[in-house]
């Protein structure tokens, strides 16, 4: 574009599961069972499994990233602004849970704050070690930030990234 422009190179370790996760086995298997409540859109069934969770672990960070994800899908424009709340929060929270900047960044790219989205991307791309879930929402999220950029070369950048660690279809 004619001026100088930073590039940051994602040479980030990709881990099939997340690493430093001592979850007891209880916590693992209600995590488990409210994705698989969500993923079957049993919504409120899946809140009350990851409430379960945070009752036991109030500061799990899946359960939190989960309900948030539950409120997206199932109460609107309400359930958008708390979700956008408490991902914030999250982030503060736990900052090494990168699922939240993702989140955060895609949203804020729906909403066209595109600067928002990059500088959540960037502090992503810093990270040294992602596992495979963090990594295909990042390229699904970069992907989907690019199509509102109206920027097809980035998209199809991310999506390149993404069928390398993901079935393409």
């Known amino acids: 574009n004619g001026k100088w422009t ?5 040479d980030a370790r990709i881990t099939p599961e997340p690493e430093n996760l001592n979850y007891p ?10 994705v698989v409540a969500q993923k079957a859109r049993e919504y409120d069934r899946a809140e009350a499994i990851f409430q379960n969770v945070l009752t036991e672990d109030p500061t ?3 359960a939190i990233y989960n309900t948030c994800v539950i409120w997206l899908n199932r ?6 602004v ?3 709340e408490r991902l914030k929060k999250l982030q503060q929270e736990s900052p090494s849970y990168l699922m939240a900047p993702i989140a955060l960044a895609q949203m804020a790219g ?9 500088d959540l991307f960037t502090s992503v791309f810093k990270e040294r070690t992602l596992n495979t879930m963090e990594a295909i ?5 970069q992907i ?6 109206k920027n097809p070369e980035a998209a199809q950048i991310a999506f390149r990234a993404l069928v390398e660690i993901a079935d393409p279809d």
């Open 6 to 10: 930073e590039v940051l190179v994602f």
């Open 25 to 34: 086995e209880r916590v693992w298997e209600l995590l488990n069972e409210g």
């Open 60 to 62: 799990n960070a899946s």
């Open 75 to 80: 109460d609107g424009r309400k359930g958008r």
């Open 82 to 84: 708390n979700a956008i």
């Open 110 to 118: 729906e909403d066209g704050d595109f600067k928002t989205a990059h």
């Open 137 to 141: 929402s990042l390229f699904i999220a």
């Open 144 to 149: 989907d930030v690019a199509l509102h950029e």
